[in-house]
């Protein structure tokens, strides 16, 4: 059971001392060095890891969606591992502007066979790394702290003597005082430090350090102070690269990434969608693109996000939330009724703008960006209002429908979904529309011909309608088309009906258009009645409206 005073168990998070800090005023103007881990981290943490076959799709989505820097496995873990990244290096499959990267733990075995893997390699990055937090230097080493510093010396030895026994490829090197985020900031310093000595990076050959959150254990912004205060201490800071790779175990790995940019640093380790251990690594995607919602160019390319999601889903063998940030099937989509309503009106906004800047409620993003398109963001249940429904009739069929028609008809609309108690489609809507307004089956009054004759303010209408199952003809004089049809309804057949409002819209674009006549019509004992009439002449599309609402009278009675 839950503790009603967790604090005799757990302990809070200490602060860093850190004077002046300077990361809450940052504003991140320029995407960080992109390191994708999916194929090493994320492939770790996977029920079933990937096989050669996965591994080589995941590899070539990653240059697709144009990842640079790619850490493609674990060499030492296995036959599997090895041959792999052995074989990329074999057939020329890694692009020249593509650096691959492996991982070995601080072993002087490991480290041989992690460069055997790369030989013949144009270019590679080996990162190695020791825990160095008091949890795991107490419990799981037993260790002080002069003998894990003395494992990375150890360690950065080996890179330096492998690399050049290998003087063929450029090697850059990787360190990572693993428990970054758990560890005391002074002793992380002088591990990295030592590191430095050994290696001797320079400004035009750097040494990534990699400053992880192997455990979330803080909220973001104590992440910030950390990395901060290492790009304040660190002795050569125009010679390293300061990279994150933040976990996920608070909920708050993209918040750590982007505060942790803000501080200083300049690279960021992750997954596409977080894949990984536990509650998984930092999400790239949601970085980039939240970078790209800024007006930043994160130079990765997510035009066509759901390829990456299927690739994804079926190399990781685990699904990509319906609610996940930008990328879930159901993120661009509104069921409510106010939100449809206000990203409606957005769209329509928009459009009427003449310049290019997105301003749509609800929708950070355009989902067309992502190679969404438009017909899923509002969708019709219960919850939904007049706004969703016109807009589901606009995308599918292309009427605009007049606002107090849209009304009428989501009211139809409602209770069809509270007796189905289902999310309604496209189809479903279409139905019940043609059924409300009378537009197809057994019709009281349908037009089959017309002639208007006169002058103007005198016109006269002749029409031939279909009517029990017989024909009639129908006349009627008035000022204009609509009044002289309205005359032939109640001198001909009895029905009397005044407009109240009349619009019209073509359909679509072009030529070669229909056009929509809808008329909101009232009857002698004060009943509203709506209608609608489509055909290639918009004259002829006013005149099946008013019949439209003369079989809305004959369905009533």
């Known amino acids: 059971m839950m503790l009603t005073d967790p604090s005799q168990k757990y302990r809070a998070f200490p602060q860093i001392d850190l004077p002046n800090r300077q990361w809450p005023s940052q504003v991140i103007t320029a995407p960080p060095r992109w390191l994708s881990t999916d194929m090493r981290d994320g492939n770790q943490s996977l029920i079933d890891p990937m096989n050669a076959e996965k591994k080589r ?49 601080a072993r002087a075995d490991l480290i041989a066979t992690t460069f055997e893997s790369l030989r013949g390699a144009p270019k590679a990055i080996v990162h190695v790394y020791n825990a160095v937090s008091p949890a795991w230097r107490n419990i799981v080493f037993q260790m002080s702290r002069p003998e894990i510093r003395d494992i990375a010396v150890t360690a950065a030895k080996l890179l330096r003597d492998h690399a050049a026994a290998q003087p063929d490829t450029d090697w850059f090197f990787e360190y990572s005082p693993e428990t970054f985020s758990t560890a005391e900031l002074d002793f992380s310093l002088e591990c990295c430090e030592a590191v430095m000595d050994i290696l001797q990076p320079t400004p035009e050959k750097p040494l990534i350090l990699n400053l992880p959150a192997t455990v979330e254990c803080a909220t973001p912004n104590i992440y910030a102070d950390q ?24 909920g708050t790995g993209v918040a750590a990434a982007e505060l942790g940019l803000m ?104 989902p067309k960006d992502l190679g969404r398109d438009y017909e899923a963001v509002i969708r019709v249940n219960s919850q939904s209002g007049k706004g969703g429904v016109a807009w589901v009739l606009q995308q599918d069929k292309g009427f605009k429908l007049p606002k107090r028609m849209q009304a ?20 479903d809507i279409w139905t019940a529309f043609q059924d409300h307004y009378r537009l197809t089956g057994d019709q009281a009054y349908a037009l089959i011909d017309y002639h208007e004759s006169g002058v103007a303010g005198d016109r006269i209408f002749t029409g031939k309608i279909a009517h029990k199952g017989g024909e009639r003809s129908i006349s009627g004089r008035g000022n204009g088309l609509l009044s002289s049809v309205l005359a032939a309804l109640r001198d001909e057949l009895g029905i009397e009906l005044d407009i109240a409002d009349y619009s019209e819209h073509a359909i679509g674009a072009g030529t070669n258009v229909n056009a929509a006549a809808y008329v909101e019509c009232r009857t002698p004992d004060g009943r509203t009645i709506f209608g609608i009439g489509t055909d290639s002449d918009v004259a002829t599309a006013s005149v099946k409206a008013v019949l439209s609402a003369a079989n809305g009278i004959a369905a009533r009675g």
């Open 408 to 427: 009428d008809f989501s009211k139809v609309v409602q209770a069809f979904a509270d007796s189905s108690s289902r999310e309604l489609n496209a189809a």
């Open 263 to 366: 501080a200083g640093a300049d690279r960021i380790e992750g997954c596409l969608f977080g894949n990984g251990e536990r509650t998984g690594n930092c999400d790239i995607v949601t970085v980039a693109l939240n970078m790209y919602t800024q007006g930043i160019n994160p130079q990765l390319d997510f035009s066509d996000i759901d390829d990456v999601i299927q690739t994804v889903e079926y190399c990781n063998q685990l699904p990509v939330h319906p609610r996940h940030p930008y990328a879930g099937e159901l993120v661009f989509t509104a069921f409510s009724g106010s939100h449809q309503d206000a990203i409606k009106k957005g769209f329509a906004a928009q459009e009427a703008r003449n310049d290019q800047i997105w301003d749509v409620p609800y929708l950070p993003i355009d």
């Open 57 to 105: 799709r995941f590899f070539d989505l990653l240059i697709k969606v144009g990842v640079k820097e790619i850490e493609v496995g674990f060499p030492s873990a296995g036959a599997t591992e090895f041959d792999f990244i052995s074989g990329l290096v074999r057939e020329g499959a890694i692009p020249d502007d593509v650096t691959v990267q492996v991982l070995t733990q």
């Open 227 to 250: 990395i901060e205060w290492m790009c304040r201490n660190i002795s050569r800071r125009d010679s390293v690269v300061i990279s994150l790779h933040p976990h996920n175990d608070r």
